[in-house]
């Protein structure tokens, strides 16, 4: 089934527990901090189930139809499908939804392509995923996650502790009909508008940290689930017109709190063990497949990005002048290798019998790069704009003047752009990548697939290094050596013998 926007917010709309400091949010559809952002994705369940993308974004299977973030690829042309329904929702959103309902789908996805890796846990949890896994797809749910312990609570191994700090999430007692929850898990981006909250590990743990060693799903409406979210940037926009962006795309991050959580077992995947259930995301096409969704993303968000350059150079009549066209030459540059990279991800499909998954390695290479990258590529488009941002009015109330609105016209056009609409640019350009919204964003790109370590460690070990040995030492068994055991005059520096 392809909900609707409005079944979406329906959903949502009660029985959360959200603090927006000491206030207490419960209706997200109708509060100032998330309102417009709660319409955002209810759009998206729109959009994607029209009769122009329905083709696109969904599947048919058995005779129901199902979002296309559930397909379980079996050949490229699924994998295109899924990469062309991130690139939709992507391009509906900017870029700006990172944990747009198809992210954690994804991750889903690539765990249910492997049911025995889990049933090896315990008897009846691989089909605790299956069946999860089918009703997240017949009811088109929306999930976040919270994968990431608080620092103090995280593997001391790491961090060169001797010991963790017990508030980290974990299992406090198992009862014949489930398990309780309780402590801090991180970091829920998305939390506040998903009807699911998907709880796992992405980071190791220690042998001691069992009771952590779980993966489990419930409902972030769940009794003793309360979120805890940052400033939300959408309460304190101005008006549409100024803050364009961070005035309905802001997911929102929260840290989950979790008091005496009760979850049924049907809704437990592992338990107790901590190597598998941070393994489980690369043992399976888990990871790679939700990763890909954030490269997609990132790819439109560039896009986005490079218009806002070329046209800021336009406005200010500098395309001619040859350090602009360098700088632009290298933003298009970034954009194309980019897009090769999504594409190479496809082409270069690995199996998982009896599926296809994306690339690991073009996959990996891509994530570095691009979470090493945007802070550069935005601070680049910032130089273009120069001090426009600061020259604008406070804000779009000055044009309801009429004698203000008359000064402004004539004073601030340049050339054959009028006042009006470089206005327009730099409201759109300085709210994506200068704003306190934008300085979310620039964070939340590097680090939202993990620590700078952790991508290299992935390029490492997903990099074929005995194949490009081998060549070498094929070149190095191919040298003859000279055959010592016949003795020649040595030559002294001027060439005779000694």
């Known amino acids: ?101 198809d992210h954690v789908a994804s991750f889903l996805t690539g765990l249910a392509m492997c049911p025995e890796l889990f049933e090896s846990n315990r008897g009846g949890f691989g089909k605790n995923l299956t069946d999860y896994y089918d009703r997240m797809r017949r009811q088109d749910l929306f999930a ?114 979790f008091d005496e959580v009760k979850v049924p077992w049907e809704r437990v995947f592992l338990l107790d063990d901590v190597q598998q259930s941070r393994e489980m995301y690369f043992r399976t096409p888990s990871h790679v497949m939700g990763n890909h969704q954030s490269i997609v993303r990132y790819h439109e968000k560039l896009k986005i990005i490079l218009g806002f350059a070329y046209k800021a150079a336009e406005m200010n009549n500098v395309l001619q002048v040859p350090a602009v066209r360098e700088a632009l030459s290298k933003l298009a540059v970034a954009e194309a290798g980019l897009r090769g990279w999504i594409a190479g991800q496809i082409e270069d499909a690995e199996t998982f019998s009896p599926y296809l998954h994306v690339n690991r390695r073009q996959l990996y290479a891509a994530l570095n790069w691009c979470t090493n990258s945007y802070y550069q590529i935005t601070e680049s488009v910032r130089e273009m704009l120069g001090a426009g941002p600061f020259l604008m009015p406070a804000d779009v109330s000055a044009l309801t003047d009429p004698a203000l609105r008359q000064t402004f016209e004539r004073y601030w056009a340049a050339g054959e752009a009028s006042a009006i609409d470089r206005l327009k640019l730099m409201k759109l350009a300085w709210d994506y990548l200068g704003s306190d919204f934008a300085a979310r964003h620039t964070q939340y790109e590097r680090f939202y697939a993990g620590p700078q370590f952790v991508h290299a460690f992935y390029n490492f070990n997903n990099c074929p290094w005995d194949e490009h040995k081998r060549h070498v030492e094929d070149l190095m068994s191919g040298m003859e050596v000279p055959d010592v055991s016949e003795e020649k005059p040595l030559r002294s520096a001027g060439g005779s013998p000694r």
């Not at 017990?166 to 009862?175: D, I, N, P, S, Y």
């Not at 508008?193 to 998907?198: L, T």
């Not at 409406?221 to 979120?227: E, F, H, Q, R, Y």
């Open 1 to 101: 089934m392809l909900r609707t926007g409005a079944e979406y917010l329906a959903a949502i709309k009660d029985g959360r527990k959200i603090y927006v400091g000491s206030e207490l949010v419960r209706d997200v559809t109708e509060h100032a901090a998330f309102r417009n952002s709660a319409r955002s994705f209810a759009e998206i369940y729109d959009r994607k189930r029209s009769a122009e993308n329905a083709e696109i974004t969904s599947y048919e299977e058995n005779g129901e139809r199902y979002s296309a973030w559930f397909l379980k690829p079996v050949d490229r042309d699924g994998l295109r499908k899924r990469a062309e329904a991130h690139r939709l929702v992507a391009s509906w959103t900017y870029g700006l939804l990172g944990r747009s309902p």
């Open 144 to 257: 976040c996650y919270v994968v990431v312990a608080p620092q103090g609570a995280r593997n001391p191994e790491m961090y060169a502790r001797k010991t963790s700090i017990a508030h980290g999430l974990q299992v406090t007692a198992e009862k014949d009909d489930g398990i309780i929850l309780n402590g801090m898990k991180l970091l829920g981006t998305g939390a506040a508008f998903s009807d699911e909250i998907w709880i796992g590990n992405l980071l190791p743990l220690s042998p001691d940290q069992k009771a952590q060693a779980v993966t489990c799903a419930v409902p972030t409406a769940a009794n003793g689930v309360s979120l805890w979210v940052r400033k939300p940037f959408e309460k304190y926009a101005v008006t549409p017109f100024d803050s364009p962006f961070s005035s309905r795309f802001d997911e929102s991050d929260a840290v989950a709190i």
